[in-house]
């Protein structure tokens, strides 16, 4: 229940109330799995809200949304946090840190080991990515630390200053590529490339759509007339998702409501308290977003030189650009009509799936029915990317139309 500044959002701590509620999701509510026989299935207490509000909760969920897309999760921020990290990985070998505070104090001695209780000796000082294996080392490590690394003076740790550096004077890891996946299907879209090359990406790891980026084969030249080439290094693919607080669904369904005639009873003992119940959503559409939840792929480029910050997005645009083509040349859509088949003394009948094969050829001209004297076809075939062939099967005189 928080606001952009930080504040506390005071109405959705002042207005709640505790009340007996059909819980939304039993399947998965450790309550409804472990309750006693003797209460009623799928009914326990939580904490509701008065049946005036639900207007304002379905607008709190939009805040929510809203503050992961232009704060927590913004590209810049995303940004920093892969600077951040690329810093304590540079300095994870070359700073370790104290896993307590007076060797003497045998009881902090034995606080500080967080796995078996029968350990007795604990390394004087661990290596970054281990400080959270003792309470004492991971204490020691605070938001400060960037700033500490800042003030070493160890030549091994140079990269991680230069990181340091980047980070104080905002020179943070650049976004040239933010592509937002439309992933959600219209009933009258069968043939949407975009939507397809966005499903393909979505269901690419991270580290696959590194390596298609990377394989884009070509050359580029820089400002200076260098030549710039794109290493694995210089790139980091960040697949970023915010949602209204329930993935894909509508989180107000799951929130329960107290009628007004029943908040008196909010002071109540256990027993007498009010029972709540599910909004109706079809009563306030109008304020309910088309969908619950946003995915979108950025691009992160660690080089500070423009030339490379360019040829990123050249090579994203460029993979894209051929996911596009691959789509474009396989999208194939083919009709063909009734084809009435007589021939000789045989009797009229209409073709089936053994009578005909679909064949993909080359472009090139059509070609035009040829049937024997005997034969009477009627054929309507409508062809687009590539050419279609059917071939009809006859024991007397085969037909073919192209």
Known sequence: AMRSSGEIESRMVDE????????????????????????????????????????EISQFFDKRFALHKTIYQHKTSIGASILICDILVAADPYFPIPTFVEEAHESFRQAAILGDPSTTTVPRSVPISRAMMYKGSYLRLRDDVVSQIMATTQPELQKARELCWRFQTRDLYKCPVKRNLDLWKEEDDTTSIQHKVDQEIDNMTEEAIEEAILNVHGTHE???????????????????????????????PRMRFVEKKDLSRSSKPVMELPEAFAPNVGEHRACIPQAFSHKELLVYC??????????????????????ESQYEEGLTATTTTTLEYGGGDTKARLLTQDDM??????????????????????TTTTTTGNRVGVVIRDDKSPLVVA
Request: proline content about 10%; hydrophobic content about 30%; some cysteine.
């Open 16 to 55: 709640a109330v505790v009340a007996w509620g059909d819980c939304p999701r039993p399947d998965k509510c450790f309550r409804c799995r472990h309750q006693p026989t003797t209460t009623t299935p799928g009914k326990h207490l939580m904490i509701c809200y008065p049946a005036k509000m639900i207007s």
């Open 222 to 252: 820089g400002t200076d007339g260098q030549l710039v080439v794109l290493e694995r290094h210089d790139i980091v693919v960040k697949k970023n998702e915010f949602n209204h607080g329930a993935k894909d669904a509508n989180p107000l």
């Open 302 to 323: 660690r080089s500070s030189s423009p030339d490379k910050v360019d040829l990123t997005r050249h090579q994203f645009e460029q993979w894209i650009k051929n996911l």
């Open 357 to 378: 094969l679909e064949v993909s050829t080359p472009h090139r001209p059509p070609l035009q029915p040829h049937y024997d004297d005997n034969d009477t076809t009627t």
